[in-house]
């Protein structure tokens, strides 16, 4: 899977998706369970939809290649 999540989309997803599975928590409600989907997205930096839509939001090619490497 290449990057197409760029840095600061990642930082708002986890942060959007984190707000997301708390008010669930709260709430009690398992809406919450909708707040995984973007916190999954923003850890590994590939979201299926950007791929399918052809948007990609990474910089610089090397640092998705090295990111794969490492990971």
């Known amino acids: 899977m290449k990057c197409n999540v760029g840095r600061t989309e990642q930082a708002i997803r986890i942060a959007v ?3 997301i599975v708390a008010a669930g928590i709260v709430n009690k409600s398992w809406w919450g369970l909708l ?3 973007p916190i ?5 930096r590939y ?3 950007n791929a399918a839509l052809g948007m ?3 910089k610089d090619s090397k ?3 090295s990111q794969l490497v490492s990971s």
């Open 56 to 58: 990609n939001h990474c």
């Open 63 to 65: 640092e998705t290649d």
């Open 47 to 49: 979201c299926p939809l």
């Open 35 to 37: 707040g995984v989907a």
């Open 40 to 44: 999954i997205t923003g850890a590994t």
């Open 17 to 19: 998706g984190s707000g």
